[in-house]
Every structure is written in C-alpha cells, then in structure tokens.
C-alpha cells in the first residue's frame, strides 16, 4: 500500500536562456598585432533559487579572461547560462545534488558555445573549453563546507 503513495521522482527541464554574458577587449586593436600565446584562467560558478514548489532557477556563471605574456587582460568573457528545472518527488539530499551537479551540467555546452561565439565575434580565435565533471565540483564544495563547519564548532 505504501509503494502506491510514493511519488515517483520527477526531472524536467523547461528552459534554458542566457541571464547575462558580456565580453570585453580592453588591449584591442594592440592585442591584434601581437602573437597570440594566452594564458587562460576559468571560474565556474553555480547557484540555484526555488522558484516555487518544485521549479527552481540554476544559475552557471562562467568566467574565462585570457592574459598575454605580460599579464594583461587581451580578452574577459561573462556567461551566465541559466535553466529552470521542475524537481519534485525527490529527498532534499537528492535535490540539493541534482541543483549543484546535474543541473549545471546540463547548461555547461550551452555557455560554452556561448563563450566560443563571443570569442571568435572579437576576432579571436576559437576557445574549446574541456568539459568539467560536476560530479567533482559538487563534492569538493561540499567537502570544504562540511570542514568549514566543522572548524567553526
């Protein structure tokens, strides 16, 4: 009788859309004339906000900023994908996971195609991210907030 009462779990994407990106090239034209040899620095980061009951917001915001040789900015580049996703029928444990892993998962080829357009529009040339393992992020976020918390007691 029990089985027929759970819910089952339930994962549906209803939208992905751009919040915000902008690209700037503070060196342009100069950096046109020197050899492109970029050092490359990229920060991901997510975060999630109930929309009601069971539709949140996921929100992946990814920066990348090449540098030249001489440490100055030639490119910064601002994405922020984000997703609505209806959840329900899940542990708060399972959501959380799904809202800090899965999720940005899913959005992560739409920023990076995003990235890449920007790039090559300021006449640079194309930038393939690698693709990142959530799975890892999420429990290194939540390894360092577990020590945190457990540092402050």
């Known amino acids: 009788m029990s089985e027929l009462n759970q819910e089952e779990a339930q994962f549906v994407l209803q939208r992905i859309y751009v919040k915000d990106m902008s ?24 975060s999630h906000r109930s929309i009601d009951e069971e539709n949140f917001e996921v929100t992946l915001s990814v920066t990348v900023t090449a540098n030249n040789e001489a440490d100055e900015v030639i490119y910064l580049v601002e994405v922020q994908q984000a997703g609505v996703f209806m959840i329900s029928g899940m542990e708060d444990e399972g ?8 999720c ?25 991210l690698a693709p990142v393992n959530f799975d890892a992020v999420y429990a290194q976020a939540k390894a360092q907030a577990e020590a945190q918390s457990n540092s402050i007691q």
């Open 23 to 46: 690209f700037e090239s503070p060196k342009a034209p100069d950096s046109f004339l020197q050899q492109f040899k970029p050092k490359i620095n990229l920060e991901l980061n997510s």
């Open 104 to 128: 940005p998962s899913v959005l992560f080829p739409y920023a990076r195609e995003a990235i890449d357009n920007l790039v090559s529009k300021g006449s640079f040339p194309p930038l393939m």
């Open 95 to 102: 959501r959380t996971q799904t809202l800090g892993s899965y």
